[in-house]
C-alpha cells in the first residue's frame, strides 16, 4: 500500500470516528453508571460526591417561571434510579457534564421535548434544536404554552431593535415596542438569554405606541431607557432572546445566527 492511499484512508478512519461519535453522543448507548440522591434544578443532579449537568439544554433558574415544573420533572425521571450518563467532561464548577439516560432514553431530549427546557447552541447539535422547533410549534410544557393575556393575543409587544456587539458595550441593546392602544404593566416581566443572564424589569407601564430600550452595560436607568449591568450579554455568532411575563409565558422570541 502506498503513502498516499493509506494517508486518504487514515484520514478517511477519522472522519468516519467522528461521524459516529457525533451520533452516539445521545443515543445512550454506554457511559458511567450513577444512582441519583438528589435533584438539583432542572438541568443538575447528583449522585453522592458527583454533580452532573445535563449538556446541551438549559431549564429555568429560580427566579423564573417553570423552574418548579422543569426541576420536578427530572425528579420524576431520575430520583433513586440508576442512570448512565454519557460524558467525560468537567466544567468550571466541576460538574460532570453529560447526557442522562435512563431505560434508553435520553432525559436531555425528555427534557427538551416536554417543553421544560430550551436547547443550548453552543453544544452544536442539529437534533436539539429541532426538538424545541417542534416542542415550541406544539406549545409544549409551561415554557411554550400560548398565554391568554390580552396583550399577547393582540400581538401588541414585538422586539422593533436589536444591538449585539461584545466590542463596544454601549452598542448592546434590546428594544421592545407596544404596537397597541392601550398601556401594558411591565412589572416582573424578564428578558434572557440562551445562558444564565436575567433582567428583570422594574414597575413600570409601557405605553401605547412606545418603546422600551435595555442596554447591556451599566448605566442609570432614565425615562424608557434601562441597564442591565452586565456588559457582554449577547453572543456575536449566535445567541436566542426570550421575554416573558411574570408568569412565565413567553411573550417574545427571536434567535440569530451569524
Known sequence: MNKKIFSLLFFLLIFLSACVQERNEFDCTQGKTFIITRVIDGDTIESENTKIRLIGINT????????????????????????????????????????????????????????????????EVPELEKLQEKAMKEKKGCLWKESKEKYFLDKCIELSGFEFNQNEFTGEFAEFSNDCNYSIDLNRFYLKDEATNLFFFPAIQLKEKSFVRVFSEKGTDLGNEFYWGKGNVWNNDKDQLFLRNEKGELIVYYNYEN
Open 60 to 123: 429555568p433558574e429560580k427566579k423564573e417561571g417553570c423552574f418548579t415544573e422543569a426541576t420536578d420533572f427530572l425528579e420524576k425521571e431520575v430520583l433513586g434510579k440508576k442512570v448512565i450518563v454519557q460524558g467525560n467532561e468537567l466544567d468550571k464548577y466541576g460538574r460532570l457534564l453529560g447526557n442522562v439516560c435512563f431505560n434508553g432514553k435520553s432525559i436531555n431530549k425528555e427534557l427538551l421535548v416536554e417543553g421544560f427546557a430550551h436547547y443550548y447552541s453552543y453544544e
